[in-house]
């Protein structure tokens, strides 16, 4: 007992109080209240995902479908070795009869707005990591093709030091490749 009301009676007075009409009323307007609420987040969410969503997205995948047109209007940033043969031609030439004709000048000269733009970005890649890309030695690589185990050994092998070239093109012609 607490207050002379002995634990059972309090507990048949609590379910007394929960089951009168009032207070189911009262649980009523709690539920409405609930899925109310819930029903303006659904359709504030439907809303502002319609703004905020492209109307073409979706079109042709899980991406905008206006992208590809947009994509289409850009200028091209690479334009590929005959733009750069109209300054260049000595160059053009030795790499035209040169070992690196599938290597094109973008790949280490940059792409050509690049050149036009900023002249003091536009530089050559000058150092050996470049060349080993496609020159270091890998176990599927043809033994036809040329290929160094690397910088340093490869000096070694021509009987060179560090101190007589930094990289390849201090002995070899990028545009005209042994």
Request: aromatic share 6%; net charge negative.
């Amino acid at each position: 007992m607490w207050g002379g009301v002995s634990s059972r009676e309090e507990g048949v007075r609590v379910y007394n109080s929960l089951n009168d009409k009032e207070n189911r009323v009262s649980h009523r307007s709690h539920i409405v209240r609930l899925l109310t609420i819930i029903g303006v987040l659904v359709v504030g969410f439907v809303v502002v995902r319609s703004l905020l969503i492209p109307a073409s997205f979706g079109e042709y995948g899980h991406y905008r479908g206006d992208n590809v047109s947009e994509q289409m209007a850009l200028l091209p940033l690479h334009q590929g070795p005959d733009l750069c043969e109209q300054c260049h031609q000595e160059q053009y030439g030795a790499w035209q009869d040169g070992g690196h004709l599938t290597v094109t000048c973008e790949v280490c000269h940059g792409h050509w707005e690049i050149h036009n733009g900023n002249l003091t970005t536009m530089t050559a890649v000058n150092t050996s990591d470049a060349c080993l890309l496609c020159h270091q030695r890998i176990t599927g690589r043809p033994e036809s093709f040329s290929q160094i185990a690397g910088f340093v050994e490869h000096l070694e092998d021509q009987e060179l030091s560090a101190e007589d070239a930094d990289g390849c093109v201090d002995c070899h012609d990028p545009h005209a490749p042994l």
